[in-house]
C-alpha cells in the first residue's frame, strides 16, 4: 500500500520520511492541498529505478532489431568478439 504524506508532514517530518525511503526502498507520495504533488524516494532506489529503464530501453532496442530484420548468425559474433579479444 502507498505511504502518502502531507507536504507539511514533508516539512516537519523530514527525518522520519527519509528513514522510510531508506528502509523500505520504496516512493512517499506528498499531497499538496490534498492533491498528489510529489514522490520522493531515497537516491539508491532512485538509481535502481532508472537503471531499470535503461535496461528495458536496451532490451526494446534488441527487439526492434530482431523486427526489422537487423541480425547476424551467432558464428560471425562469436568470430568478432574472439577477433577483438586477440587485438587486446
Do not use: W
Not at 13 to 26: K, W
Amino acid at each position: 500500500m502507498p505511504k502518502i504524506r502531507s507536504s507539511a508532514d514533508l516539512r516537519n517530518n523530514y527525518n522520519e520520511i527519509s528513514t522510510f525511503c531508506h528502509d523500505y526502498a520504496e516512493p512517499v507520495f506528498i499531497t499538496k492541498n490534498g492533491k498528489g504533488d510529489l514522490a520522493v524516494m531515497s537516491i539508491e532506489t532512485y538509481e535502481a529505478l532508472t537503471a531499470r529503464f535503461d535496461l528495458y530501453a536496451k532490451l526494446q532496442e534488441g527487439l526492434d532489431d530482431v523486427a526489422a530484420g537487423r541480425t547476424r548468425p551467432l558464428e560471425e559474433f562469436m568470430q568478432e568478439l574472439q577477433n577483438r579479444r586477440s587485438l587486446r
